[in-house]
């Protein structure tokens, strides 16, 4: 029994078996394999939304002017044609200007750009400015102003006893009874009372005033009622482009009538009001006099008789109730007067 125990023993050693129940796993029996973890899907992104932005509206400066979602275009008017370059006759001086006004010593320019009055002598311009102011006479009066009817009207008196009604062209002022309409009369009697002056003028209105340009020594009366805020562009008589830079100036610095939160009334609005009203006012008159006409009971018509004729007078007569004997009577009694009809 020993010896076979011995035998099976060594059998096993010899043929380089174990015992299964205690045998460890080898490198190659250990699988490298990993388990995929279960594919999980990506939540939805987040969205995040940004906060509407409202932008505030754009100004693009161009030569056209329309209105499109939120960008506001605005019209830049192109430069005035009456703008040219005056040079000196040396050539060392040049400027871009507007020709005002000018007599027999010198020009009043009116600078572009920066904007202001420039008085030059007439023998420091070249020869083309002196050809071109030549080629640009008008009608001009010079007096002293010594009345004003309003904000653009004043009276001007010459030298030789004759007096003219001038008409500031280009503007308007706002009219007896509006607002502002006192104000704007004291700002031009502040610059123009009892002063000598140019108007610069091609015609007369319909009220045979002159319609002109009014000149003081330093000042474009014109021009500056409208830059002080007292005047509109008077853009139906006048597309003078200056003035309508001064008015647009006038607006953005709030001066004068356009310090007013309100909006101010134009003058030829308020006119046309004004004819409203008294159109209104004519027909409410004749539709007055339509309906007394049709509810007018004639007078009830009376009579006197006279008593020792006996002869009856209405009272459209003068012998109704003028007789020394008579009395009130009824249409049918007494004889009727051949005059009266009784």
Not at 15 to 35: E, I, L
Not at 61 to 70: D, G, I, L, R
Not at 151 to 170: N, S
Not at 241 to 261: F, I, Y
Request: one cysteine or more; glycine letters at 4%.
């Amino acid at each position: 029994m020993l010896i076979f125990v011995v035998v099976v023993f060594l059998l096993s050693v010899l043929t380089g078996k174990k015992d299964p129940s205690n045998s460890q796993p080898t490198q190659q029996q250990v699988s490298t394999h990993q388990p995929v973890p279960e594919q999980v899907a990506d939540p939805s992104p987040k969205v995040v939304e940004k906060p509407t932005i409202k932008l505030p509206p754009v100004t693009i400066k161009t030569t056209t002017s329309t209105t499109t979602n939120n960008v506001v275009i605005e019209t830049v008017p192109e430069p005035d044609p009456s703008y040219r370059t005056w040079s000196s006759r040396n050539g060392k001086f040049t400027t871009l200007a507007r020709l005002l006004d000018f007599n027999d010593e010198s020009a009043l320019l009116l600078k572009h750009e920066p904007q202001k009055l420039l008085t030059i002598p007439l023998s420091y311009l070249s020869e083309a400015d002196a050809n071109y102011l030549k080629a640009n006479t008008q009608e001009v009066v010079e007096g002293k102003v010594i009345g004003f009817a309003d904000g653009d009207t004043v009276t001007l008196y010459q030298e030789d006893r004759t007096i003219h009604k001038i008409r500031l062209q280009g503007i308007d002022t706002p009219e007896k009874g509006q607002d502002y309409a006192t104000q704007a009369s004291k700002a031009l009697k502040k610059m123009l009372l009892r002063q000598n002056v140019r108007v610069r003028w091609v015609k007369k209105d319909n009220y045979g005033r002159i319609l002109g340009n009014i000149f003081t020594e330093d000042a474009w009366v014109n021009l500056a009622m409208i830059r002080d805020g007292w005047a509109w562009h008077y853009t139906e008589y006048s597309d003078d482009l200056d003035l309508v830079q001064a008015e647009r100036d006038a607006r953005e610095a709030k001066r004068g009538l356009w310090a007013d939160p309100n909006k101010p009334v134009s003058p030829w609005d308020h006119r046309a009001r004004q004819k409203h009203l008294q159109a209104q006012r004519r027909i409410e008159a004749t539709r007055r006099e339509t309906t007394n006409s049709t509810t007018y009971r004639a007078p009830v018509m009376r009579y006197w008789l006279n008593t020792s004729t006996n002869a009856r007078h209405n009272s459209t007569r003068k012998h109704f109730n003028n007789t020394k004997e008579g009395r009130m009577s009824t249409g049918s009694e007494g004889k009727a007067c051949g005059i009266c009809g009784g």
